[in-house]
């Protein structure tokens, strides 16, 4: 149980464009869902977090415009980097907790390149 | 600020040897405390947690204690096999938020086969 799938797995953009990247709780309801950045060697950096059914909260320094988090279900939510540049290129990784629990399961991660 | 602070940073052991993490918190309302493996380019994964009514936690080789009192926490592996190695992460709760988690910056462990 508690299997979080996140798509895609990798991808590359140009400079300027828009990438969406979905996480899904697979065989429970998230009612809490967490944005992480991770750079090469570093440690999770969360970006936000989102409840189902309101709006994302940013942590400090992470631009809401830029990063545009949905959680329209108590399965699914998206991060939509937009207009995406060279130095968004990381590794993002969302998680997802059910009411309740304190424990956070993670999807296997995107990773961004842009060009 | 708060903080999660972990050591060390790089552990190299002889396969067969004990592995020790620790990591130390400055909220004294953390409550819960997870420890997360992660291999390279995968996600991490939850090996063991730890909640603040107990003072050790078992599971096969892996165990972790706290120490409320000096706000620390510590993973302990023993018999450590080649695939142990991973990075490993320490976390606690915040204290704006005790379901958003500090992670700590990560242990390398390299067991030398």
């Known amino acids: 149980g508690a299997v979080v799938s996140q798509h895609p797995s990798r991808v590359i953009c140009k400079s300027g464009t828009s990438v969406k990247i979905e996480c899904r709780s697979l065989?429970?309801?998230?009612?809490?869902m967490f944005w992480y950045r991770q750079f090469p060697k570093q440690s999770l950096m969360l970006m936000a977090t989102?409840?189902?059914?309101?709006?994302?909260?940013?942590e400090q320094g992470v631009e809401k415009d830029k990063f545009l988090i949905n959680h329209a279900s108590l399965t699914l939510s998206t991060l939509t980097v937009t207009s995406a540049h060279p130095e968004d290129s990381s590794f993002y990784i969302c998680s997802a907790r059910t009411s309740g629990k304190e424990t956070q399961y993670f999807g296997p991660g995107t990773r961004l390149l842009v060009l | 600020g708060e903080n999660v602070e972990q050591h060390p940073s790089t552990l190299s052991v002889q396969e067969g040897d004990s592995a020790v993490i620790k990591c130390t918190y400055s909220?004294?309302?953390?409550?819960?405390f997870p420890w997360y493996k992660q291999e390279l380019g995968k996600r991490p994964q939850l090996i063991i947690d730890?909640?603040?009514?107990?003072g050790e936690k078992k599971d096969q080789r892996i165990a972790v204690t706290l120490n409320k009192t000096a706000k620390h926490f510590s993973l302990h592996i023993t018999e450590t096999q080649p695939e142990d190695s991973a990075v490993y992460f320490c976390?606690?709760?915040?204290?704006?938020?005790?379901?958003?988690?500090?992670f700590g910056s990560g242990t390398r462990l390299l067991v030398r086969p």
């Open positions: 976390a606690a709760p915040r204290m704006d938020s005790s379901y958003k988690l500090i």
């Open positions: 989102s409840n189902e059914g309101s709006k994302a909260t940013y």
């Open positions: 909220d004294s309302a953390s409550n819960y």
């Open positions: 730890i909640r603040s009514n107990v």
């Open positions: 065989d429970f309801q998230a009612t809490t």
